[in-house]
């Protein structure tokens, strides 16, 4: 099955009002017309409206890094699926390994934010990865089958049918220690086997991202493995032209 590559900027807490201008604007103008990816910013909250003036026309969609699993009410702090959706967000990034580590979000909570994003008619892109400690214990698959089940008992394998993965084990997070092509595809085509387990056709089609130090020099090669269908970006996507190479390099 050829599925078209997606590739999403995870800005995380960086930039300023006047510095994602001027990255918005070298995105735009560097962008080749005729990229058949599908192109994602996910800035940070207070951004998005203005990031989706800027982005208004050029085809780049816009997402959020996280949403809480409520609806509306006494919570304070956080951001609804319904605000999100009225600043123009078409994905919303759930279970980052930072929002699971540092803020304790568990496979249930992220489950939750989950089925909230399909709820209401965005795309969300699940993160799913092993700490440095459980790859060396070899418990990896383990890790991942765990955290991807949570989701399917809780939000339904037909959830899965407008949604991404991404791929992002802990240790290659901003380390400059990008898993080789051969341990992200491994990951990646046993991702594919859970959800066949489920349903042939959402695994088919459903894209896996990988994520983890991508940078304008490897993302040609993880890219060409035949389960990675695009890349998560951190601190490359910070830098327009690094950032557009990795986009180019779905080619
Ligand atoms: P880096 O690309 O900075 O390693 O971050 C990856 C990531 O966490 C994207 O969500």
Redesign the pocket.
Known sequence: MLRQPLVAA?W?MNGTLSENQGLISDIKSGLASDLSTEIVICPPYPYLPEIQRLLDGCGIQLGAQNVSEHESGAYTGEVSVSMLKDYGCTYV?VG???RRNIYGESDHVVAEKFKMVVSCGMVPIL?LGELLDEREAGITEEVVSRQLLEVINIAGIDSFENAVI?Y?PVW????GLTATPEQAEEVHAFIRLQLARHSDSIADRIKILY????KADNAAELFSRADIDGG??????LIATDFLTICQSTR
Request: hydrophobic share 35%; with cysteine; aromatic share 0%.
């Open positions: 995870n995380k990034i980052h390994s930072e993160c991404a992002e290659a997070i901003g380390t994520g983890g130090s991508v998560l970006i951190g601190g490359a996507s």
